[in-house]
């Protein structure tokens, strides 16, 4: 008896702690990506750097982990089920995914991946700042390079949150 009073002590105590996290969380949920602007630091200049309707989702648990997967506009689809090479390079170079925990604070969101498209963002942590209006999220990336041109600049995602 002493042994499943502790199991359900323990199991209570778990419950808790995710509902407060929860509690605690305004990013908790399932967002569609709305848009995906890129900003470069010397110029200002902004463009749609993967088409002018990107998609997308992002899902934050209240377990903490998170998951990101972003597709280009208008992505090239192969002629057959089995993709050449060189439709799967194509392909790789129009997406985004990755997926591990999360921390988040007042104005930041930490992804720490542990799997990703890009072997490279394995092990990192990701910094997002992030600005939450009603059901629209705005993701800003910390500035960085820009794989694709090298330009120093940051993206700027905006999300909208699916309903449960």
Do not use: C
Request: aromatic share 10%; charged share 20%.
């Amino acid at each position: 008896m002493t042994r499943v009073v502790g199991v359900l002590s323990a199991t209570l105590l778990i419950l808790s702690a995710t509902a407060a996290f929860a509690a605690e969380n305004p990013l908790l949920g399932t967002w569609k990506l709305k848009s995906f602007v890129r900003e470069v630091a010397a110029t200002g200049e902004r463009y749609n750097e993967r088409g002018e309707h990107p998609n997308g989702y992002l899902g934050y648990a209240a377990d903490g982990r998170m998951y990101a997967i972003i597709t280009w506009d208008n992505r090239a689809k192969p002629h057959d089920l089995v993709a050449t090479n060189e439709e799967r390079i194509k392909l790789y170079g129009t997406m985004i995914s990755y997926a591990g925990t999360y921390t988040v604070d007042a104005e930041k969101v930490i992804h720490h991946v542990d799997i990703s498209w890009n072997q490279a963002w394995t092990g990192t942590d990701q910094v997002r700042f992030y600005k939450l209006e009603g059901n629209t999220l705005t993701i800003t990336s910390a500035p960085a390079p820009n794989p694709t041109d090298g330009r120093e600049g940051r993206s700027i995602l905006v999300w909208e949150k699916l309903a449960p």
